[in-house]
């Protein structure tokens, strides 16, 4: 049988390289460590979890990644078995051993009969062949390897440092205060004329929002992200506003071209939000990528008219990173369109956080083994947390302001009939179950002798 070979060691890769070996797939493992280190790893063990040991929340009935972690063990994930057989208390939260997690994992690849493991770097992206490749590097994917993708790519579709700006749920901005607006009513190729989200601030409140932007407490960046350099064009919000207290003013809350429909007169100052998402629910926040911590964000953004009650699908942040633009770069099968032997997994794709990654991989293996038969896998339904991210990361997702992202309920579809707020997360969940479990008989997803309960020995 073809083999299929896979990069990187981390929660992607392991999971892509177990669940195509117990379909019966050859699998080669490459990892590159300890022959060549990394600035944020400390051993050479798979999956290792190299910050937090949570996978946070594992209540599928009101958390998007607990609905992720629910998804997984139904299509019998490695990386949530190795996790409940290490879990820690840790509340409605799913925290782990990190070395027995990470020993367990290596253990079980290590033993598995159907993959070969090679400790060396791969540092350039296969030519076309027989055999298919799944790269699941992570966020610190080997600058050779980077090179490589670039060139297929293109050059400004692989990202090195992430700048992220928060993103609001829709439905959680106050639009008695907040008004939809371009700028001097711009249509654009693709607009209305009323394309953002404007929240108005007069001068006092404008002045004591840089005020508290001057005086909050920030992340500390990691040794090994200290000498990558801010870019002039992204520099976090609170960097801006200690420059003087009309830089913002006149940056990325210039109010120009914008009458406030309460007042019929140009704000003082103003913060945008533009759509982030094909399905409409999710506004990311114009020019406001931070180092502020998420406390501090959470205080001071609620301070915005039109922000005091906003909940947020992700905070911002700046951080060393390597992702690709997915929407432009990856099919709906995680394979890369210009290498299409190639399927990326992971970080890398844009999925943001343990599980997200793991996640990637699982589906990365399924397309790959389908392809190795002859078939064709439809993908997951959107409605599922894994058909949701997958979605976002190959083309739902806005390609011009891309960013990696955390599953959360802002991707999934809209309900079709009205619901009550209080009752719209257990819906969407009862939902995601539901087309999963059609989409796993519908598409044999499990194959014929694999245990949905991960019977491992």
């Not at 249509?187 to 004329?193: H, N």
């Not at 309460?262 to 103003?270: C, D, F, L, Y």
């Not at 633009?325 to 210009?338: A, Q």
């Amino acid at each position: 049988m073809r083999c299929v070979h896979v990069v990187g060691g981390g929660l992607a890769g392991s999971e892509a390289a177990f669940q195509l070996a117990r379909r019966g797939v050859p699998v080669v493992l490459h990892e590159m460590r300890p022959v060549r280190s990394t600035e944020a790893h400390r051993t050479d063990r798979f999956a290792e979890l190299v910050c937090s040991n949570s996978f946070r929340s594992d209540d599928a009935s009101t958390s998007a990644v607990g609905l992720l972690h629910a998804e997984m063990r139904q299509l019998g994930s490695l990386v949530m078995w190795a996790a409940d057989r290490h879990r820690l208390p840790a509340g409605a939260a799913l925290a782990v051993d990190r070395d027995g997690f990470a020993e367990t994992v290596t253990r079980t690849l290590a033993r598995h009969p159907r993959i070969e493991i090679r400790r060396e770097p791969v540092d350039a992206l296969p030519p076309p062949g027989e055999d298919l490749w799944i790269i699941a590097t992570g966020p610190l994917t080997s600058p050779p390897l980077a090179h490589a993708i670039r060139q297929v790519t293109g050059e400004d579709q692989l990202a090195f440092f992430d700048a992220i700006a928060p993103i609001v749920y829709r439905d959680s901005i106050d639009f008695s205060v907040a008004w939809m607006q371009s700028r001097w009513n711009k249509t654009g190729p693709a607009g209305s004329g009323t394309d953002y989200i404007n929240c108005p601030l007069d001068r006092a409140q404008y002045e004591a929002f840089v005020a508290a932007l001057r005086a909050a407490d920030t992340v500390s960046f990691h040794d090994w992200e200290k000498d990558t350099p801010f870019f002039e064009g992204c520099l976090p919000i609170e960097v801006m506003a200690a420059r003087g207290v009309d830089t913002l003013r006149f940056g990325p809350m210039k109010p120009v071209g914008l009458v406030d429909p309460r007042t019929g007169r140009r704000p003082w100052a103003v913060v945008q939000l533009r759509q982030d998402n094909a399905l409409g629910t999710l506004w990311n926040m114009v020019g406001f990528q931070t180092k502020l911590r998420h406390a501090e964000q959470l205080r001071i953004f609620r301070t915005i008219p039109g922000l005091e009650r906003a909940e947020f699908a992700r905070l911002g942040g700046i951080h060393r990173n390597t992702f690709v633009n997915g929407p432009r770069v990856l099919d709906r099968e995680l394979r890369l369109k210009g290498a299409p032997q190639v399927r990326l997994a992971g970080q890398i794709t844009g999925v943001e956080g343990y599980v997200e990654s793991a996640a990637c991989g699982l589906l990365a293996a399924l397309f790959a083994f389908a392809e190795l038969r002859g078939r064709r896998l439809a993908p997951p339904p959107r409605e599922t947390a894994h058909g949701a991210l997958l979605a976002h990361v190959t083309g739902d997702a806005t390609a011009d302001t891309f960013q990696p992202m955390n599953v959360n309920f802002g991707l999934f579809p809209p309900l079709a009939a009205e619901v009550p707020r209080a009752a719209r997360k257990r819906v969407l969940v009862e939902r995601a179950l539901a087309a999963l479990a059609r989409w796993i008989a519908d598409e044999e997803v499990l194959a014929p002798g694999l245990d949905p309960a991960m019977t491992i020995g």
